[in-house]
């Protein structure tokens, strides 16, 4: 079955960096689009960042670009996200998302927490 899980979470202060990684099993990754999405307590999940299979196309949220980069290495199906410059507003918890057969697949979260 399909498996996404992230890492690399944490707390950092204002204007730091985190990279967060992303490892999937169960499908064929290289094969599939990957995304990043976030989501605060009480509101909804957002997308973040998008990659397609092969990296040829990248989609970010407007709040995120220049900021933020998606990439993915195939041989060991991770994506990741290099999150810098980071604003408290950027606090949330980050999911790895693909969509598999037409149907969602999302990792457990994990927490970033930007805050001095």
């Known amino acids: 079955q399909v498996s996404l899980v992230e890492s690399g979470g944490g707390l950092v202060q204002p204007g730091g960096s985190l990279r967060l990684s992303c490892a999937a099993s169960?499908?064929?990754?290289?094969?599939?689009?990957m995304g990043w999405y976030r989501q605060v307590l009480g509101k909804e999940r957002e997308m973040v960042a998008q990659?397609?299979?092969?990296?040829?196309?990248?989609n970010y949220a407007d709040s995120v670009k220049g900021r933020f980069t998606i990439s993915r290495d195939n041989a060991k199906n991770t994506v990741y996200l290099q999150m810098n410059s980071l604003k408290p507003e950027d606090t949330a918890v980050y999911y790895c998302?693909?969509?598999?057969?037409?149907?969602?697949?999302w990792g457990q979260g994990t927490q970033v927490t930007v805050s001095s």
């Open positions: 169960g499908f064929t990754f290289s094969r599939f689009s």
């Open positions: 998302h693909t969509i598999i057969n037409s149907r969602n697949s």
């Open positions: 990659i397609s299979s092969a990296s040829s196309f990248t």
